[in-house]
């Protein structure tokens, strides 16, 4: 038996199924809850019950939203899904996201509609992927998240403004010419 650590969530619940099952003849056959074949290891292993709920998350998580905290939120909630085995992500995600969104849906007040859901969002997934990046992980390491490649137009303007604040912020004698036309 060798181990496949959770952070591989494909071959991780599919180890989970072998553990339990005895003699799959295919990857089809073990994605095969009574009869019923699910898209995923990890899905299977759900529906047959090899898997524990989330409660314990949502307690936790429900406790620390009273102190309406939501950067804290976020470090808690990055921490839970990166060390501990968190069975629906994103279920945790879109229950909590009002609290987790808390300070963005405020400095964004002013926006309306579809716009500043946008922002909302992006900032809340940008803020997160920095705390998972810190304990060596990524939004995009969680298919259940919402992904920042979903705001092209929203990372594009976040990169330009990290280049102008640098660029500002750097001493002109060692500020450098840079081209966004490309060479002359």
Not at 70 to 76: E, T
Not at 94 to 103: C, V
Not at 143 to 160: A, G, M
Request: charge should be negative; hydrophobic fraction near 40%; aromatic fraction near 10%.
């Amino acid at each position: 038996m060798i181990h496949v650590s959770p952070r591989d969530m494909q071959r991780f619940y599919m180890r989970v199924l072998l553990c339990h099952r005895k003699g799959p003849t295919s990857f089809e056959i073990l994605r095969t809850v009574d009869g019923v074949p699910y898209d995923s290891y990890r899905e299977a292993a759900l529906h047959a019950g090899y898997l524990e709920d989330d409660s314990e998350w949502v307690a936790c998580m429900t406790e620390v939203s009273q102190l309406r905290m939501p950067y804290q939120l976020r470090q808690l909630f990055a921490t839970i899904i990166v060390y501990s085995q968190v069975v629906e992500v994103g279920d945790l995600w879109e229950r909590f996201y009002d609290n987790l969104s808390l300070d963005f849906s405020y400095t964004y007040r002013s926006l309306e509609g579809n716009a500043k859901e946008e922002m909302v969002t992006f900032h809340t997934l940008k803020i997160l992927n920095n705390l998972l990046l810190a304990n060596g992980s990524a939004v995009a390491h969680f298919e259940d998240l919402p992904q920042l490649c979903e705001y092209p137009h929203l990372v594009l303007d976040s990169l330009l403004q990290m280049i102008c604040t640098r660029i500002l912020t750097t001493p002109k004698s060692r500020t450098t010419s840079i081209s966004l036309t490309g060479p002359s």
